[in-house]
């Protein structure tokens, strides 16, 4: 189709990238500095991709045990430099502590949802399930979000139109959950303006997903580039941590 140029693995390696850009911005540079905004902003193109993809991948994958196992693996592998990278200095000393559980731990969970949704026939039962996978993200990274997004998107079903949706309704959300009002009108029209702007990384994952992604993978380097995006999140991670602790 005319402008589905980029396929699977393009927009994960993209995806990749700006969570990146992200993650130095969260760990090195200042906070309310115009590149922190502006990186952290870009940064926020990746878990609504993650979740999309998470989505996808679930109704193709041959074996969805499998697919549980490794994120299970992963999240606990990714723990230890996930806390590496982000935990907060106390008192002027570089340490390490428990900041939360990481973003593939929060995507097994949305694995859950999407688990019980298909295999759980009763509705009041599937809702608590999943309003308790919901709740249990609040320990863990895109708390709230990378769930709705996955529900979302599970909904939509790759209807185009709903898809779409799913991303305005996902990136109106989160905004709502940035935004608090200040003490006075300029606080609280700043923080709208950082909150809506804030949203700006989603809705350009949802303009990548809906107008270019072409619903194919790559025809070469499929294992390595599966690979890659599993073990990428651990190391980058890690390598950021070492230099927060032991070089910067």
Same mark, same amino acid.
């Given at each position: ?17 700006t969570? +990146? ?8 540079? *200042? ?14 193109? *990746? ?13 193709? *994958? ?6 549980a ?6 999240? +606990?592998v990714?723990?230890?430099?996930f806390?590496?990278?982000? @935990? ?20 097994? +969970? ?10 759980v026939?009763?509705?009041?039962l ?13 320990? @863990? ?8 997004f ?19 309704i ?20 700043? @923080? ?15 303009i ?31 390598? +950021? ?8």
């Amino acid at each position: 189709m005319k402008g589905k140029v980029l396929n699977r693995d393009v927009i994960k390696y993209i995806a990749m990238f700006t969570m +990146l850009m992200n993650h130095i911005a969260n760990i090195f540079l *200042t906070p309310g500095s115009l590149l922190f905004e502006i990186l952290v902003d870009v940064g926020y193109f *990746t878990a609504p991709v993650m979740c999309y993809f998470l989505v996808e991948g679930y109704h193709y *994958t041959h074996s969805k045990k499998r697919y549980a196992e490794r994120l299970a693996v992963f999240a +606990l592998v990714s723990e230890l430099p996930f806390c590496l990278a982000f @935990s907060e200095a106390y008192n002027g000393e570089r340490i390490i502590s428990f900041c939360g559980f990481n973003m593939i731990f929060t995507l097994l +969970l949305c694995f859950g949802i999407l688990y019980v949704r298909e295999n759980v026939r009763d509705r009041i039962l599937a809702g608590v399930l999943t309003a308790v996978l919901f709740l249990i993200s609040l320990f @863990s990274d895109w708390a709230l979000i990378a769930p709705l997004f996955t529900l979302l998107f599970a909904r939509a079903d790759r209807d185009r139109g709903k898809v779409r949706n799913a991303f305005f309704i996902g990136a109106a959300a989160f905004a709502f959950l940035g935004f608090a009002p200040g003490a006075s009108a300029a606080q609280t029209v700043q @923080s709208l303006i950082y909150a809506v702007l804030s949203a700006s990384g989603i809705l350009a994952a949802g303009i990548t997903v809906v107008c270019f992604y072409n619903g194919k993978r790559m025809e070469r380097g499929r294992t390595f580039s599966k690979w890659f995006f599993y073990l990428f999140y651990p190391v980058h991670l890690l390598i +950021l941590g070492m230099i927060r602790l032991f070089v910067i």
